[in-house]
């Protein structure tokens, strides 16, 4: 089982598979907003007001479409795609606004570092909270 289909369900997992990653800025722009735009509505909403307002980066789903959780399901799906990651089963993903948070155990300090590393190249993340985070 994946990652995505563990934390968020085979829906999710479906999506990834049908909807290849999308450059956030297209995303935006698909949206009807520029990411000037959508980094300044994310300051003062949780969800859009319309369907043509932007979606800020962080909230940007595997669909392009808005996703409250958007950026930690794009996270999971970088964990998916690189094989050192992939079947790592101990840690789950969130986010708090922009920040992906990891909790729970990583095997190693190595695997811990790359979960970080793919994370935090994430489009739209800026920073990663590990302090949830067991190593051993």
Known sequence: ????????????????????????????????????????SAAGESEPSSEDAPIPPERVGLDGKYDQSGLAKRVVREFDRDPDTDDIETIWVAQLGSKVVLKGKAP?????????????QVEGATDVDTSEVEVG
């Open 1 to 40: 089982m994946g990652w995505l289909n563990r934390i968020f369900g085979q829906e999710e997992e479906q999506k990834a598979y049908e909807f290849p990653p999308m450059p956030i800025k297209e995303a935006v722009e698909r949206a009807g907003g520029t990411l000037a735009e959508a980094a300044m």
């Open 108 to 120: 190693s300090q190595a695997d811990l570092e790359k979960l970080i590393s793919i994370a935090s």
